[in-house]
């Protein structure tokens, strides 16, 4: 089974960088529920080239019902960080049982 979607994304949050912290993240659901005890994988592609800065993509959560997801520009070096702020894209995904 396979699904596809787009959902748009912006930030107006800082990076983050806490590993499990996810009150920043936005929850995408699948039109149809994978069955079950899926193991579901999703891939995530942004469409839209909108900011200056690279949208680095974060997902967590990824269930029969959906994922959360948001924008976390790359954070490049200790001392040359992103500002978490970006302009809304439109980001497509796909999803597959494995």
Known sequence: MIQTGVVELGSDDPVETASGNTSTFT???FPTPFP?????????????????DPPGIRIADVNEQGFLIRLNEVLVTGSVKSNG????????????TV
């Open 85 to 96: 702020v970006h302009a809304v894209e439109t980001i497509g995904w796909l999803a597959s």
């Open 27 to 29: 929850r995408v659901t």
């Open 36 to 52: 079950a005890g899926s193991q579901v994988i999703v891939l995530p592609f942004a469409q839209t080239f909108n900011g200056s």
